[in-house]
């Protein structure tokens, strides 16, 4: 999983940056800091080797079924492009089917892939939106994604209980009865 030349350029600039910082990187509790640093940006970044496209065709299937499907509350952890701090939350992602379903696995996994890259909660969401209209040409499609940023929180303003909401939605969803009924089925 991890690359052994990635893994070694990147822990030495960690290492300097932790000597610039004033601190020892050969100190004992620093000593393998590094590289620990380094392996966890690659997991946090694996999203830029995976293809969301790719996963979603993997389990299109024929269904006449035509009626808002709705996976919510999945998990979200993404780095901020900012600032390289983490923002996390929940993401609701729905689309109405015109003769087209996916396997229901395959709308977390997209939205995973999307979230481990530098990002903006903004683009995730619209990525997350486009991947799905542009693979399964459904009727419409929404994401809703409420994250909470440790730019926000830990620096900055330092404002502990801010949420930021954002929403993508295209085609039958821009239908404000369909999108209320969707904003209905988001928070039961």
Known sequence: MYDAETTRDVADHVASIIQKLGEDPEREGLVKTP????????????????????ILRQAMFEETYNEIILVKDIEVYSLCEHHMLPFFGKAHVAYIPDGHIVGLSKIPRTVEVFARRLQVQERLTLQIREAIDEVLKPQGAAVVIEAQHLCMMMRGVEKQNSCTTTSAVSGAFRNHSTRDEFMRLVRS
């Open 35 to 54: 590289e620990r640093v380094a392996k966890a940006y690659q997991f946090l970044t694996q999203g830029y080797a995976q293809d969301p496209k790719a």
